[in-house]
């Protein structure tokens, strides 16, 4: 028989997230979240998107055994915005036993219907910034810390449960750097800038860190994902929190900004956010701890050492700018750096299947779709 319990004290949390490391060891593709990261995630009392959001955690347990975890979660902001009454399903692992994840996946189903929700929705996070989507395609391949890892057996459950259908599928792609910016990336940038007044710029470290600008560029991206699936805008406290953990460490040149200089005053209406991989880094943590050595590889991995890849966290442009080029100017200011750096290939990190504007963007590069993943939903 498998057993539900509910997660209630410190040790059981910690019990909650080492089970990704146990069921994980050895695998060859998994990018392991550090350790503290998915404290501060999860502890209520840390984490700003508990403001409109609430929140149970499960193990299941078998002889005595975890075999499982799930967390469920309501994000109220995000019902209002969709008109919808979900609970969330995100932190999912379960050993291959079909009775496993069903009894996890019913876990959710009735914490949903205590809260008058009508139907589940996952995997998801607290909001986007959370990983998101169950791996269908490219187990083969090197996991990110931004996305999550999966065994193919788990999308093998959910065909088989009652009730779970596609809600929506994301694609991930695998791109070559072209030594050098293209000429036709080249003229195509210069043209944009010159027509609609635009620079192309690095930020600098204090005015993110005094200046305001990193409020700015969340704000920004609240504004380029509002109308995405299932998106939460951030709130001033998330966006604190996001600041702290992008940026303070971030290498300044691959986070580039765009500002529109007709007015008075330079308008932001584009950024870029790009960061060497971590995967190897944080697969050198042991079970995503930055003690003793952790912190150390994280540290080389920020400056660009120790990886050839670079993953494109996000790109965000101010719709009234969207069909303007604005993405080539992004590419014209990073690929410099990214030849500098030795970063040879990039991953997209996920986009919408259905985003042609975004697919669009990798015509200009050698690129390879080599990842799928899925949002279930099932009505109650």
């Known amino acids: 028989m498998v057993e539900i319990k509910k997660v209630e004290t410190r040790k059981e949390l910690e019990q909650f997230i080492d089970f990704h490391y146990d069921l994980y060891k050895g695998n ?23 403001d409109f959001c609430e929140a149970e955690y499960y193990l299941a347990l078998k002889d005595g055994k975890v075999v499982g975890r ?11 915005r969709w008109e919808k009454k979900s609970v969330r399903f995100g932190w999912l692992d379960f050993v291959d036993d079909r009775e496993v994840s069903a009894a996890l ?12 929700m009508t139907e589940m929705i996952g995997p998801l996070g607290f909001t986007d910034f959370d990983p998101e989507g169950m791996l269908t395609e490219g187990f083969d391949q090197m996991g990110t810390m931004s996305t999550i890892y999966n065994y193919p057996y788990y999308p093998a459950h959910f065909e088989q449960m009652e009730g779970f259908e596609k809600d929506n599928d994301y694609v991930e792609y695998f791109i070559t750097i072209p030594q050098g910016i293209p000429d036709r990336m080249k003229r195509l940038a210069e043209m ?6 635009l620079r192309v710029r690095s930020m600098t470290r204090s005015e993110i860190t005094s200046g305001g600008m990193g409020h700015r560029v969340f704000r920004l991206i609240n504004e380029t ?11 001033d406290k998330q966006i604190d929190q996001y600041v702290a953990m992008y940026l303070p460490h971030a290498n300044m040149d691959l986070i580039p900004i765009i500002e529109d200089m007709s007015g008075d005053e330079p308008k932001l209406v584009g ?10 880094a944080v697969r050198k943590c042991r079970r995503g701890r930055l003690l003793p050595f952790g912190w150390w590889h994280l540290l080389k991995a920020l400056k660009g050492h120790g990886t050839n890849t670079v993953d ?22 990073l690929i410099p750096f990214y030849n500098r750096l030795g970063l040879t290939h990039a991953e997209s990190q996920v986009e919408m299947e259905g985003n042609a504007q975004v697919r669009n963007m990798w015509d200009n590069f050698e690129h390879t779709q080599h990842k799928r993943r ?7």
């Not at 999860?42 to 998107?49: G, I, S, T």
């Not at 799930?70 to 209002?80: D, E, G, M, Q």
């Not at 994902?225 to 709130?235: H, P, R, T, V, W």
């Not at 950024?271 to 190897?280: A, D, F, H, M, R």
């Open 192 to 197: 944009v800038m010159q027509r609609y007044q």
């Open 374 to 380: 899925r949002c279930y939903k099932k009505i109650f």
């Open 225 to 235: 994902f509002k109308d995405l699936y299932g998106y939460s805008e951030l709130s």
């Open 70 to 80: 799930v967390a469920a979660i309501i994000n109220h902001k995000a019902n209002r």
């Open 28 to 50: 060859a593709y998994d990018a392991p979240a550090l350790f503290m990261n998915e404290l501060q995630t999860l502890d209520c009392e840390k984490n700003p998107a508990f």
């Open 105 to 116: 996946m019913k876990a959710v189903e009735d914490f949903g219907r205590r809260c008058g």
């Open 271 to 280: 950024v870029g956010i790009t960061l060497p991989s971590l995967t190897n």
């Open 312 to 333: 494109l966290e996000m790109i965000g442009v101010a719709p009234e700018y969207r069909n303007k080029g604005l993405n080539v100017l992004i590419f014209y200011h």
